[in-house]
């Protein structure tokens, strides 16, 4: 048996968990509006919230000549972000949603908090401005002798046994209408805005497909506007894998009661 996506839309079953996934953005964008107001009423905050709230997401130091997506207004030091500038549809790490590089700009207002606030080393307990935080931890002995007793990484010991070939790939998918290969889920948006626009046949979405709630025989009636309105995040921000829908369920419940 297939199954036709109605023209109303999405299931409710599939509404729930776009709904579900939204929650999870919408509690970490409050509790992070929440922690600015917070430090801009208070005029200083702890220290280890401070560094915190001041560092980037990518390397998890004190931003460094920080930037900002336009788009989305997250934060990264410059240097972080320049990968993700390198490739045709760039990605925001942190949210996911796809971003200009050309509206990428150095943050200044960010810059101006670095050198106005102070926090404790994480070593010697001195306070020093956020500005030059990186530089003092790069001489402070006691941080120094922590990170010696860090345990060693130890790399894995290469193997010539093949990748086994049940795990699903979640990380780029073949266009359903001409069987183009290798596209990630940006990637798949613009060939088929760009090459299928007009094609009337009913498809399987490769993204929702690979997912362990997905149907493989679950037909969309209008897959490109399935991908706009259904694919505009990448489910790997929200969702673990290792467990199953109820867990999932719950521990979307228990992350809403424990912001509330």
Known sequence: TVWVEEETGPSDRSAFMMAMFRSFVSAAQLRQQQQG????????????SLESQFSCPICLEVYHKPVSIASCAHTFC?????????????????????????????SSSVEKQLSSYKAPCRGCSKK?????????ITSCTKVQEQMANCPKFMPVVPTSQPIPSNIPNRSTFVCPYCGARNLDQQELVKHCMENHRNDPNKVVCPVCSAMPWGDPSYKSSNFLQHLLHRHKFSYDTFVDYSIDEEAALQAALALSLSEN
């Not at 107001?37 to 280890?48: I, M, T």
């Not at 410059?78 to 150095?106: A, E, H, I």
Request: glycine fraction near 10%; charged fraction near 20%; proline fraction near 10%.
């Open 37 to 48: 107001q917070q430090g801009q009423q208070s005029g200083a905050v702890g220290g280890d």
């Open 78 to 106: 410059g240097d972080c972000l320049q990968p993700c500038l390198q490739v045709t549809s760039p990605l925001c790490p942190l949210c996911r949603m796809p971003f200009d590089p050309k509206k990428v700009d150095k």
């Open 128 to 136: 020093v401005t956020l500005v030059k935080m990186r530089s003092h």
